[in-house]
DNA sequence: AAAAAAC
């Protein structure tokens, strides 16, 4: 390859780029004539079979520029049994799905084998495609690893091997499991190494495993700053206080909000938030790492397609998860990382598209806010009145509206009752407003589907919905009484079982 | 103050 990679900066189109005509239809097909920054950048190269290291954040278009000229170079031969011909490294199962469905829509005029690894699913089928030979195999670390130590997997035929998000996988702890594989690959492969950023250890990785690597560096998308609008809300400490926070501001953005992305820190924290919008009646989803690998692939799908109009999700959606036109994100949590604001954030306002961000503020949060603060270099404005403006009760006494006449204390922990009340009994304990249902963590512990509450219309049908619309009476328990979980059983639908199409 | 990833 010589030196007409400079007239990438100009527009150059998919066919200067070398690529094969079975990929450049279906890039066609897909609607995309140019090719971003990245791809302009790399794709020559990967071509022309050099080892590239590429500097570029998710929404770059960084996936396309390794997917559609591996799509080429894998024309030529065919895989053998337990023997891959190529390896992609993802940080987490979602992003390897992705990856995944990508190879779909440019390879579909090929006719090549994919293969999933990802944890938290049967190794059987998995088995199957190692069995019959993958040009393709994307895969997360733990369970390629897994593969491989029960002798179903070579990797001694892989020509190629990418790693991508290698700094978030840096940030997992990941970098021993990736050093180990980068050892049981011939070095004679080609390797595509990505990363947003590179901190010392990664540039120690690079130095170590590529050779005479392109470095390929493009700017971060659109800065945040320029596509989203971004403000802060004050809110109460108190769990209750920044649920009712964060309804009445789904309730005043209401007229923009397409589908939102809300974040909390904690997994408990989805989970109990998952409820308790489900309970008011907002039509949520939910997910976090803990749920079974079947819930959060419906559920992300479901929000893709439009069926979810909220997903509250932990960190495991804030980055790279490729989600067309999210309206809003709103952090019910300040990240206790800066620069997983920068990520959260990034969720809306892609594609040229505007997006809101609210990021929920409480007096503790200060410390994490500067930080995020000084990481965008810009104050972030409030929405209406910063944190000195909050009433000083801060509803320290209230027992939430909703509370049994002998309610007091304000941060009353969750009472033993609660803990142990079972599903479906009638107590005559009054829950807590909103709480979650306290056996959440132990019912996905068990293996019970993360549940989600019906939101078509035959249910609504069923479960008087006019009843359940008188928004301010005060919960009772016997909401349980009207809430309709419905469960994925083993009924699923089989366009459910599959990640869904971008 | 967390999350993610193998069983």
């Not at 659109?222 to 596509?227: H, K």
């Not at 961000?357 to 990481?375: P, S, Y």
Request: net charge positive; hydrophobic share 35%; proline share 4%.
């Amino acid at each position: 390859m010589s030196s007409d990679i400079q007239t990438a900066e100009k527009a150059l189109s998919f066919a200067e780029l070398g690529l094969s005509q079975k990929v450049l239809s279906a890039v066609t097909d897909a609607g995309y004539t140019q090719p971003t920054p990245i791809q302009a950048g790399a794709i020559p190269y990967v071509l022309a079979g050099k080892d590239v290291l590429g500097i570029a954040q998710t929404g770059t278009g960084k996936t396309a520029s390794f997917v559609l000229p591996m799509l080429t170079r894998l024309e030529k031969g065919r895989a053998r049994a337990r023997m891959p011909r190529t390896l992609i490294l993802e940080p987490t199962r979602e992003l390897a799905a992705q990856v995944e469905e990508n190879f779909n829509k440019y390879g579909k005029n090929h006719k090549l084998n994919i293969a999933l690894l990802i944890g938290g699913v049967s190794f059987d089928e998995q088995d199957r495609k190692l069995e019959r030979g993958a040009d393709v195999l994307i895969a997360t670390p733990g369970r390629m690893l897994d593969h491989r130590e029960r002798g179903k997997l070579l990797l001694n035929g892989v020509d190629i091997l990418v790693i991508d998000e290698a700094d978030r996988m840096l940030d997992m702890g990941f970098i021993p499991d990736i050093e180990r594989i980068c050892e049981m690959i011939p070095f004679t492969r080609q390797t595509l190494f990505f990363s947003a950023t590179m901190p010392p250890e990664i540039t120690k990785l690079t130095e170590k495993f590529l050779q005479a690597p392109v470095r390929v560096e493009v700017a971060r998308a659109a800065t945040t700053a320029e596509t989203v609008t971004q403000r802060l809300v004050k809110s109460g400490t108190k769990p209750w206080d920044k649920r009712a926070a964060l309804r009445d501001l789904i309730q005043e953005e209401d007229e923009s909000l397409k589908n939102a992305i809300i974040f909390c820190n904690r997994k408990v924290d989805v989970s109990e938030l998952f409820r308790s919008l489900t309970k008011h009646d907002f039509n949520a989803g939910a997910l976090h790492g803990d749920m079974d690998q079947r819930a959060r692939m419906t559920m992300l799908s479901n929000f893709r397609d439009g069926k979810l109009k909220l997903l509250v999700a932990s960190d495991v959606a804030a980055r790279g998860l490729d989600i067309p036109d999210v309206s809003h994100v709103f952090n019910y949590d300040v990240p206790i990382h800066a620069e997983d604001y920068v990520h959260r954030i990034g969720r809306t306002g892609r594609a040229g598209r505007s997006g809101k961000a609210f990021t929920l503020v409480t007096r503790a949060d200060a410390k994490h806010l500067d930080a995020i603060e000084q990481l965008t270099g810009q104050a972030i404005e409030w929405k209406s009145g910063d944190l000195s403006t909050l009433a000083v009760t801060d509803s320290e006494d209230e027992a939430p509206r909703r509370g049994r006449g002998n309610a007091k204390r304000g941060g009353r922990r969750r009472s033993d009752n609660e803990r142990h009340a079972r599903r479906g009994t009638k107590s005559t304990e009054a829950a807590e407003p909103v709480a979650a249902r306290p056996d959440d963590a132990e019912n996905e512990r068990r293996g019970r589907k993360d549940a989600i509450r019906s939101h078509n219309d035959e249910r609504k049908a069923t479960r008087g919905e006019s009843k359940a619309r008188g928004a301010k009476r005060p919960a009772r328990n016997t909401d349980d009484d009207h809430e309709i979980v419905l469960g994925f059983g083993d009924d699923v639908p089989a366009f459910m079982r599959i990640p869904a199409k971008v």
